[in-house]
């Protein structure tokens, strides 16, 4: 595992956009495996920028994201796939037809998810797969459980993950109660892994997945086991590195 780390949020930013842009590069047609969250914002931000300034194409990448909370439409503007158009894919030359992401609308949660492994899987896998991390260890949404989720499945949310993300939406009710998911072995397949975290309140939890002990009580501690992960994390999150 190598460890990045940055000065601040733009320089970790940077980082991340220039492993992103260097996959990119050597395989034009690669599969990138995606993260929402705050976090990515600024990676996201730097794409565009060098896709602007005519540094990098999108025409022949494919993406697959890691998660959708279940029961959003698209156009709803708390669905990831409206977060990942506004912030990425609204602005690069992606096709649309090379974009995936778990079909949130789809209420048959076996069939959904059976067809978002299968797709990646037919794919070959993400080529480079980028992760945020949550406070509690979580990597998409496989929160802390007694064992390690293989494949892409349904998750019902945790009460403070609801209490959490409620500030988004009109009142709690309408807090989306389940979200399909990647599981840890779907991430686990990936060819590499880059997580990213930033700020002081990720210090603790950053230390704990990568220097404490392999467990699904951490989900993030199993890329201990990749053989391929860059983490880059900003002064405040590596403070406790
Ligand atoms: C996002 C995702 C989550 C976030 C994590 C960190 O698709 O699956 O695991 O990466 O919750 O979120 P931020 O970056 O908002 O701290």
């Excluded at 050597?26 to 300034?53: F, H, M, Q, W």
């Excluded at 494949?151 to 979200?179: G, M, W």
């Amino acid at each position: 595992m190598k460890i990045y780390k940055a000065d601040d949020y733009r320089g970790m930013s940077r980082i991340a956009a220039n492993i992103i842009s260097a996959q990119i590069i050597l395989k034009p047609d690669c599969v990138l495996g995606l993260a929402t969250g705050s976090t990515p914002i600024g990676t996201y931000e730097e794409l565009v920028e060098r896709y602007n300034k005519g540094d990098l194409d999108f025409s022949a990448v494919t993406t697959v994201n890691l998660d959708e909370y279940k029961g959003l439409t698209k156009d709803n503007d708390q669905s990831y796939y409206y977060f990942m158009h506004h912030n990425l894919f609204d602005h690069v030359n992606i096709p649309a037809e090379n974009i995936n992401l778990p079909d949130g609308t789809e209420p048959d949660s076996k069939k959904e998810c059976a067809r978002y492994e299968g797709l990646i899987r037919s794919l070959g896998g993400a080529d480079l797969q980028l992760l945020g991390l949550g406070h509690n260890g979580h990597i998409g949404f496989n929160e802390p459980a007694d064992a390690f989720d293989n494949e892409t499945h349904c998750v019902d949310l945790q009460e403070s993950t609801i209490e959490a993300n409620k500030r988004f939406f009109a009142s709690a009710d309408d807090v989306p109660r389940q979200a399909y998911t990647m599981g840890i072995g779907t991430i686990m397949r990936a060819k590499k892994i880059l997580l990213v975290a930033s700020g002081k309140d990720k210090a603790e939890i950053v230390k704990r997945a990568f220097t404490g002990p392999v467990c699904p009580q951490v989900p993030a501690s199993i890329l201990q086991l990749h053989p391929d992960v860059t983490v880059v994390v900003d002064a405040e999150a590596g403070s406790l590195l």
